[in-house]
């Protein structure tokens, strides 16, 4: 049976760094080994393909975009913090257990600490813990125990991390510990000797003051002046901030762009820059001083070495124990690194000598020997006890705030388990992406009737059911007549009115596969609340765009409340109209909103008795200010905010639209103000409401269709 694995690192693949290539590679790694599906959180929206392109074509490998709004309640980020991250892997264990969950990052692994159940499972790998154990404070040793006494394994970059454990807890057991050394791709069988390549000197990696990068790019020119034809290549794009140093990124840019024999060639694609590699004498990976202690060891010079390159590299233990004491190209100062990067180019058998140790050290690092071990590290552990498996329903659709509710409710009965394919428009999406989700999937959802529809009944497996949910525009667009029918099992409308409309657009499809269920209303959200003493001369609206939603009907009331009583207000809540930019390239649109707004600014009677609300989620609260919930629209599928208003003890003014009456009955719909000024007047009247609206029979009409 095929392990699961999930990812869940601190490096951002659209930043390019050792770190990032790290969480890259051991998804490839794993992935690789073919017996295990692996889920890799990205921390941001996979944007740059240098390093997200090979994990979107991996088999067994599915990115999970965690800065999406599917896993966080409707809201969507621009990068995940670490705590995010920690929160997402465990709501991703919750909805179907991993055998492992790989770690790195401290602050990950410590918030795990509170969710045993998933640290138990984990496999730790920390860099970014102090090498040193003067360092720990009783706090920080007591955190670190709990670690490693409640993760599965523990990955140690180096034999000196795994001492550095042991040190600080003793009692872990040999079998607790695997080294994961960094990892470079499998080594050519052939490589161009030295002395056949370029005067080329090569840099790749971040831009930092203890990365010597800048110390590099100015001693240089001196070194390209005493070397004809000679040339520095610098890769990378992540240019460090430096608290002690402010100007340092700006000097750092303009140095990479204005240094004579300097070419920066910026990001490149892990491959690109073993192609780049393989055309250069000597790689540089000098550090500060500062860092000659160290425990952890660059992937750059294995890189290096892969290419076929030597490495100017600093004198330290670890690397006279990686390399031996008598490695030729040390140096740890500006004066030594001047002189062996000149002595790299006009010593080509030295060179070659310095570049034969480091690829003899690469080949225990390359990635086929990691997938071969990570493959054994897998068959050596128990997969995690399976529950009986829920149905997995793949919820498709650009647009699921209608959806979120309910999905939360359904996954409540513990029958369901969701998977989210978030489309970008009516016919935009990831078709890899949904791809991979449609492999996993027992059905489809798809939320609106669109393009989204079209493409799964062209595509669902046999073994699969397809159902959707129809709304309103998506008789007016081709969609749901492109679609494969026969595909198709079931649809569900939010109003009987909507599915005779749509029934009559798309004739012949089968009336069998449809059924009628109302939109889902929050019986535990929305409740009655005191009204304040002003309430009942308030009319309230939610949403006034586009035009259709007659915003001038609501006014037109209003200005005839006014007439006889002034205490009369309108209160607007929801998004400015203004603010839509589809809303500003249509003409008709435009010139509608500047025409309302025109008239309450102009008129003294309206001018400060129309109140517009931000948007929120405190609709709630805000129908507590609000007497009678208007629905003046030329049409609507269903419109929530009536039914919302409703359950609050709030009054609907309901215009005569197509299926109005249906949906909430004929005593809250008028066809002339008369009437609806007569109720408001009156304060109102008793608020009945049809039972079919309420939660329970909502959840139980869609969970007969998708069991």
């Known amino acids: 049976m095929q392990k699961r694995i999930l990812i869940c690192a601190n490096p951002d693949l659209n930043y390019i760094d050792g770190s990032s290539i790290w969480a890259q590679t051991i998804a490839l790694a794993a992935a690789a080994t073919n017996t295990a599906q692996v889920d890799f959180i990205a921390k941001s929206t996979p944007e740059r393909d240098e390093l997200f392109a090979p994990l979107k074509t991996a088999q067994h ?10 896993h966080w309640q409707g809201e969507s980020y621009r990068r995940l913090s670490l705590p995010m991250m920690a929160e997402l892997a465990v709501a991703l264990n919750q909805t179907n257990p991993y055998d492992v969950v790989i770690i790195r990052g401290l602050e990950i692994a410590t918030i795990l600490l509170q969710h045993p159940e998933v640290l138990a499972k984990c496999w730790m790998y920390l860099t970014d813990i102090p090498q040193s154990l003067t360092d720990y404070d009783a706090e920080l040793r007591h955190t670190m125990q709990n670690i490693g006494q409640g993760c599965q394994k523990l990955l140690c970059q180096t034999e000196g991390f795994k001492t550095l454990w042991q040190t600080l807890v003793p009692s872990l057991k040999e079998d607790k510990f695997s080294l994961y050394t960094p ?28 990365w010597m990068t800048m110390d590099m790019v100015e001693a240089w020119p001196a070194i390209h002046d005493q070397i004809p034809n000679s040339e520095l290549i610098m890769i990378g794009d992540k240019i460090h901030n430096e608290p002690n140093q402010p100007n340092y990124q700006q000097q750092m840019r303009q140095s990479l762009e ?51 390159c030597a490495a100017i590299l600093n004198r330290n233990a670890l690397h006279e124990q990686l390399l031996g004491h008598d490695y030729p190209l040390f140096a740890n100062s500006v004066e030594e690194f001047s002189h062996q990067l000149t002595r790299a180019f006009k010593e080509p058998k030295v060179t070659q000598q310095a570049a034969q140790r480091l690829t003899q050290l690469a080949r225990r690092h390359t990635f086929s020997t990691r997938v071969d071990e990570m493959k054994q590290w897998l068959a050596d552990m128990p997969s995690v006890p399976r529950v009986k498996r829920k149905t997995r329903i793949l919820v498709a659709g650009h647009d699921l705030k209608f959806f979120t509710l309910l999905q939360s409710k359904l996954e409540a009965t513990g029958q369901f388990e969701f998977l989210i394919d978030q489309w970008q428009g009516h016919d935009k999406h990831d078709e890899t992406q949904s791809q991979a989700l ?23 497996l046999p073994n699969q059911r397809l159902i959707a949910r129809f709304h309103a525009q998506e008789a007016r667009v081709p969609y749901m007549s492109e679609a494969n029918w026969d595909a198709i099992d079931h649809i569900g409308f939010v109003s009987e009115h909507i599915r005779r409309q749509a029934l009559e657009v798309f004739e ?20 009655p609340k005191k009204k304040t003493g002003e309430a009942h001369y308030t009319l309230g609206i939610i949403g006034v765009a586009p035009k259709s939603k007659r915003l001038d009907r609501a006014i037109d009331l209003l200005e005839s409340l006014l007439e006889d009583d002034n205490r009369y207000c309108l209160r607007v809540k929801g998004k400015n109209p203004l603010d839509y930019n589809w809303l500003l390239k249509r003409e008709d649109e435009l010139a509608y909103y500047q025409q309302v707004f025109h008239r309450i600014n102009s008129n003294p009677k309206l001018r400060h008795k129309v109140i517009f609300d931000p948007a929120g989620d405190d609709v709630n609260e805000w129908f507590t200010m609000v007497g009678f919930i208007l629905s003046p629209s030329d049409f609507e599928s269903f419109h929530m905010a009536i039914g919302e208003g409703m359950l609050t003890g709030t009054t609907p003014i309901i215009w005569d639209w197509e299926g109005a009456a249906e ?18 007047i009156a304060n109102g009247k008793e608020i009945k409401m049809d039972v079919a609206f309420l939660s329970t029979h909502v959840i139980s009409k869609w969970k007969e269709i998708l069991e």
Request: aromatic share 10%; net charge neutral.
């Open 61 to 70: 490998l599915t990115i999970i975009d965690g800065a999406k709004h599917p």
């Open 183 to 210: 990892v470079i791709p499998d080594i050519p069988d052939s490589l161009p000797p030295i002395a056949e390549r370029p005067m080329r000197a090569i840099y790749a990696g971040k831009f930092k003051a203890d």
């Open 258 to 308: 204005s240094t004579a024999g300097v070419r920066w060639l910026g990001a490149l694609s892990r491959e690109l820059v073993q192609q780049e590699l393989q055309q250069a004498r000597v790689g540089l990976s000098w550090r500060s001083e500062s860092m000659n202690d160290t425990v952890e060891y660059s992937t750059k010079i294995l890189e290096y070495g892969g290419a076929g």
């Open 438 to 460: 449609l492999a996993q999937a027992d059905i489809i959802f798809c939320e609106w009737c669109l393009g989204n529809l079209k493409w799964y009944s062209h595509n669902k």
């Open 508 to 527: 012949g499809f089968p009336i069998e596969k449809t059924s009628v269920i109302p939109n889902y209303l929050d019986v535990t959200k929305f409740t």
């Open 663 to 680: 949906i909430w009955g004929e005593s809250n719909v008028y066809n002339n103000k008369k009437d609806m000024l007569k109720i408001i």
